[in-house]
């Protein structure tokens, strides 16, 4: 699963249940792509219009409008 982000963006990810920013999760800024590989990816996100989505090579656009939370599997 790879995320970029398109404004200043807090996100939180958690890669088959285990956190990968400790507790605060982290500021992300404007163009930054983060990757995280697993069976299970929970984001959460500050903006969802400003956190774009790809899993498995398949663009999936953004996350939604405002603070959101979603968890991909490898399957989506």
């Not at 699963?1 to 285990?18: F, L, N, P, Q, R």
């Not at 999760?25 to 956190?51: E, H, I, M, Q, Y």
């Amino acid at each position: 699963m790879t995320i970029t982000v398109t404004d200043t963006t807090w996100i939180d990810v958690a890669v088959d249940g285990k956190p990968q920013y400790a507790d605060s999760g982290k500021v992300l800024d404007p163009g930054a792509t983060v990757t995280f590989t697993g069976l299970r990816v929970k984001v959460s996100t500050g903006k969802g219009l400003a956190t774009l989505v790809t899993v498995n090579g398949r663009d999936l656009g953004a996350m939604g409008n405002g603070v959101i939370t979603r968890e991909y599997t490898a399957q989506t």
